[in-house]
Structure formats: structure tokens, C-alpha cells
């Protein structure tokens, strides 16, 4: 089974001219779902990883179940106002204007080597922000996994010298 | 280990006079974040279930490892214009206003038995939604999951005749 396959793509969403990639095809094949959380499982288990972070919303669905798998702790990164305790936030550009991300402060800690985990690659700038969530924190990243990359947008170069491990490349 | 005391309350979140319960702290422990995972499978294994869905985003966290571990499609419950193929909605009440959830048509089949996960369960209102988005569609409500559920706010009243299952009781 070849996970690509299960993946749909939808034309002109959200606006017109973007080939959507959606994932919850994929999703519903559990054999699929678990061969792209093995995949990731497979590349970082010996990479002395102590935590995984989820980049809210799509991002959960695969640092979640990654996170159990390696028994280790997961991390929340939220869009802004959703976590309650005290946060730090890092901004991200978008075509139009700034975004932001957050994560509690006490969510990591020092020299903590940290896998930052999302659906999809496309400009890069929200991971980037996450990098940055990690950092400021005086923890590390070691290591950001994707199912899917949009070659094309380069938004692995936004993320030079990370390890990034990507599953399906379009 | 007790799963409840990994829970952290934060007073006065997202507003004063608001007790706000804190499942970060409970996903920093693997432990526990596996035992609520398992706790929800061992209520539900044997009870003919076809699928599992969340609602975002939180119910992402506890849906997706479930459906992994039930071995079952996992379907995604979003807000509005987040998917992109032929969706149902449901709207429900907020304190001013309304809100609505959406599913896509295809993401279940007629007769399919659904188990629903949030991670809270306070008035209700957004998971009777669910269940309508999951009932028009001609499947079927086989059970409710809830990581916590607010004793007070009486949601239950709302998802009668279902099968709930809640880990925390507040």
C-alpha cells in the first residue's frame, strides 16, 4: 500500500488555482495512517528525542499517536489565547500580515531535545516560528517531521540544518 | 498514577470565575496520556464500533491514537471552511450566537457505527451537534467518549440514550 494514493487532492480550495492535499482520505485508512506514523517512528527512534510537539490543528493528529509510540511527552503548539497557563510566542508571516504561535513556557525544558511534528510543508514558516518556540526556551530541536512537502514552495529552506524527515514529497 | 492529578486547574481562564482544567500538563506524561488511550479503547473494543471520530482540536489528541489502536478509520470534525471536499454541518448555541461543525458526506457510510472523542464534555452542545452530523448522514452514534466531563453543566442531559464514557468527573 502506497500512502500517497490515499491522499485526495481538491482543486481550486481554499481559493482558486491551489491544488488542495487532504489528508483525511488518508485518514480513514488506519493502514495507511499507522504505515506514516511508523515511518516516522522508524527514522527518529534513536535520535535520543525527549519530546514531540504537535503544531495545532493538524499537526496533533500525527504528534499524538508519535508520542505514545516513543513514550515520550507531547507538547502543545497552539494558535494564540488557547493555552492557559504562561505562554511564549513566536510570529510568522503570511501573505497578508503576521500570525503567532504559542507554547507554555514550562512545556519544555532546558537542553530538552525536541521533535516538532506537522502535516504538511509549504512555505515553512510556521515550523519556523515553532524552531524558534523551542529555542528561546534554551531546548533543542532535533528533528521535524512532515507527511507531506510542497517542493516546490522550498520551505526546507526556511529550516536549513534541521533533520527533517518528510514522507510524501509532491 | 492517577490520571486526575495530572490535570492542572487555572483559575480565571478564558475568563474570571472560570476554572479552567489543563490536559497539557496530562499529555507531558506519557503514562498517563496512555492510560486515558487505553481506558477509552477498553470501554469501546467490543462494542462493533466502525469508526472513530474527533472534534477539533483537542479531540484530535485522543481520536487519533484510539482509532490507531481500534484499528479503525478516523474521520475529522472541523470548524467551518476548513475541509475541503462535499461537507454536512451542524450548528449549535454558544452563550451569544452560534457556532457550527462540519464533516465531509463521504467520511462515513450508511449504517456505520461512529464513536465520538472530544477531550471535554461541558454543556453538551458542540457533541450533539456531532451526533447530528453523524445521524444525517444515516450512520449510527455507537458511543460517546470524553476525556473530562464537568458534572455541573449537566451536558449528559443533552447526549441521552448514548453511551457515554468519561475518564475525570468534575
Do not use: W
Not at 482543486?11 to 506514523?37: E, H, N, V, W
Not at 532546558?110 to 515550523?127: I, N
Amino acid at each position: 500500500m502506497n500512502i500517497q494514493d490515499t491522499i485526495r487532492a481538491i482543486p481550486d480550495f481554499p481559493k482558486p488555482g491551489i491544488l488542495f492535499r487532504d489528508i483525511s482520505t488518508m485518514l480513514l485508512r488506519p493502514d495507511a495512517f499507522a504505515q506514516a506514523i511508523d515511518g516516522m517512528h522508524e527514522h527518529f527512534k534513536d535520535k535520543g528525542i525527549d519530546a514531540v510537539a504537535g503544531i495545532e490543528s493538524r499537526g496533533f493528529i500525527f504528534a499524538a499517536p508519535l508520542a505514545l509510540k516513543m513514550n515520550i511527552p507531547f507538547i502543545l503548539i497552539r494558535k494564540p489565547g488557547k493555552l492557559p497557563a504562561e505562554t511564549v510566542s513566536a510570529e510568522y508571516s503570511l501573505e497578508y500580515g503576521t500570525d503567532s504561535i504559542q507554547m507554555h513556557k514550562d512545556a519544555v525544558t532546558p537542553d530538552m531535545k525536541v521533535l516538532l511534528v506537522d502535516d504538511l510543508l509549504a512555505t515553512g514558516g510556521t515550523m519556523e516560528a515553532a524552531c524558534r518556540l523551542v529555542t528561546t526556551q534554551n531546548a533543542a530541536v532535533a528533528g521535524i517531521a512532515f507527511l507531506i512537502e510542497l517542493d516546490a514552495l522550498n520551505g526546507r529552506e526556511k529550516l536549513k540544518d534541521q533533520d527533517i524527515f518528510t514522507l510524501i514529497h509532491y
